[in-house]
């Protein structure tokens, strides 16, 4: 399966479309519920279409053969969850993490095919990835087949249930927004078909990492964790934050990079809305679900603080949560932290009119914190 045709490492998400990783009935639900392609973008949907209907034999082979091998593998793992609302350091954090051995990761291509992840995705990965841009669209951090990925992106190759879907088809962006983060309107079956979707990557990635208990980053699982303590009890989570008038700017930044690289229909948008909306309502069911947290299950840490002392950040979080391994991993932390020691993030330029949003929109969570206007803001 080669791309001869795509120009460019930066440019095959312009053709091969991350819904190119969905089954067919996935993408079919997701079409057909959105509105479709508008025409500029049909041949992305066309090729979407016809990556799902190619692979499904590889699909249906590799569900088949986890279903067994699960029906035969002991208890798996439990993930250790990294929350917070983007641009708050869950990348960062995730990909310090993950230089400790005694975690497993969701690389890039099994994140891109989660259907054909134990199988076809390593047989093509390396052709994949030749076409696989060097840095992030959205901040132009290293991208590397070892990066740790969200699975959200996955998720939303595996079931209708998605935010992700609200940037793809931003005509239904609302609705889509509050079904994939907020569960609104979702039914029960909805909600459980997701979980098993969930459950059924993450049993199938645990296979795949060696059953090391995974290291996942995803901004959704802010709003639940109740649901994740349901499928995994003994589940940790790491919460990072960070000072909200960048993570506004930052967000809005991101989210607009996103609609105009991966959207398949034109819409008038307001972005700036979308993040001042959602931050508060997001922030707020994480607080109020950690709270309900056993001891031993929770850390939090700030983005700020992590910056200036990182290894001592991490060993608390280790000691918070009963995480082993902490001195033996000491040493690559430092070395990855030495290697991204020259990456800056992007100032944070917002006017008079936009702090004052932010400061009243938000309110609570910068006093919360104690946070104050960025220096450079």
Not at 95 to 110: D, E, T
Not at 293 to 304: D, K, M, T, Y
Request: glycine share 6%; hydrophobic share 40%.
């Amino acid at each position: 399966m080669g791309f001869p045709h795509v120009r460019g490492r930066g440019r095959a998400h312009r053709v091969f479309h991350p819904l190119a990783g969905a089954d067919l009935p996935t993408l079919c639900t997701v079409l057909y519920r959105n509105g479709g392609a508008a025409p500029r973008r049909a041949h992305v949907a066309a090729v979407a279409l016809g990556s799902a209907v190619l692979r499904l034999p590889f699909t249906l082979a590799e569900r088949a053969a986890l279903a067994w091998r699960l029906s035969r593998e002991p208890p798996l793992p439990a993930p250790v969850f990294i929350v917070g609302h983007w641009r708050s350091g869950t990348t960062h954090l995730a990909n310090v993490l993950s230089r400790s051995h005694r975690f497993g990761i969701l690389p890039p291509i099994a994140v891109g095919l989660p259907w054909e992840a134990l199988g076809l995705a390593r047989l093509i990965g390396p052709t994949i990835e030749r076409y696989v841009p060097r840095n992030r669209l959205i901040d132009d951090l290293a991208l590397t087949p070892d990066s740790p990925q969200e699975d959200e992106l996955a998720l939303a190759n595996m079931t209708p249930l998605s935010y992700y879907h609200g940037i793809y088809f931003p005509r239904a962006l609302e609705a889509n927004f509050d079904r994939g983060l907020f569960l609104d309107g979702c039914s029960e079956a909805q909600i459980q078909a997701w979980a098993r979707a969930l459950r059924q990557y993450v049993a199938k990635m645990t296979l795949h990492q060696g059953r090391r208990p995974l290291l996942i980053r995803n901004p959704v699982y802010s709003t639940r964790i109740p649901l994740l303590r349901a499928l995994w009890p003994d589940a940790r989570f790491i919460h990072i934050h960070r000072n909200p008038y960048a993570v506004y700017d930052s967000s809005r930044r991101m989210f607009a990079t996103l609609f105009r690289e991966l959207a398949l229909q034109d819409s008038p948008l307001d972005v700036d809305a979308l993040v001042l909306r959602t931050y508060p309502r997001l922030m707020t069911r994480l607080l109020d679900d950690a709270a309900t947290l056993p001891r031993g299950s929770f850390a939090e840490i700030r983005f700020e603080t992590f910056q200036q002392a990182p290894l001592r950040e991490l060993e608390r979080v280790f000691c918070d949560l009963g995480l082993p391994g902490f001195a033996e991993a000491r040493e690559g932390f430092s070395r990855y932290l030495e290697s991204v020691s020259g990456y800056r993030t992007a100032a944070h330029r917002l006017s008079p009119a936009e702090l004052d949003r932010v400061a009243k929109s938000w309110r609570y969570f910068i006093e919360h914190w104690g946070y104050d206007v960025p220096r450079d803001g």
